[in-house]
């Protein structure tokens, strides 16, 4: 019985060491990779991440959580489960216990209040003439005929904003208005092929809470228009005098 004691305590001891081990290679880890705060490292490059072994992954996310005092997202589940949405291609936000958020953009993963989170509003049918002024998160939007081209270009996210889209390319098809999704695209007038929105919003500087809350103009799933930016090639009014469709977006009073 004492030879067994004795070789589960040293089987503990080495299990002890191994576990200080990995402990020490993902806090160095964790030091290379997260951005951010030095004392909080906010952010993590998920690239990074998955390029270590599985179990280093599991210690290097675990104390990134720690290390924002979110305890309550750290074990094992939510850390297994976090690790799954990280194999997700785009961006991502994913609850996790303890009323956090977990938000993947641009390839960092960060974490947030669920008080801070912005509520994403849904999509909506645009009729022209509107009969009224739609409300659509914090933006006003209008939309009448018109004739010719208009621009009002304030910088993506800032309002007023207007533009003139071309009715006859519109014709018939459904307006509606939206925030971003993964894998839209605009091919912007005055520029050759297209942009990814998620590109056009890094470069435009437009700051990351407020990327959900941008309301793109759609026509039959096609972004004809950013507000504050470009519209699209195939929506763009032809000629001074052709037939147009004003859009219109303010801040909600």
Known sequence: MSGIRARLCQSAETLREDDELLENLAARQLAGHATGNSVTNKRLPIDELRHHPLALQRRILRQWLFRQSHDQAAGLESVQALLAWCQTPGDWKKSL???????????????????????????????????????WGNAEISAIRSRGIFSLENGIGNYPAACTVSEIAIANRELQVRARRPGDRIAPTGMKGSKKIQDLFVDEKVREENRDLIPLLICDGEVAWVPGYRVARRFAVPSPDAPSIKITVRSAR
């Open 97 to 135: 216990p303890g009323g956090m958020f977990a938000i993947c953009r641009d390839g960092e993963l960060s974490l947030r209040s669920s008080n801070d989170v912005c509520v994403i509003p849904p999509a909506m049918r645009i009729t022209v003439p509107t009969s009224q002024t739609l409300r």
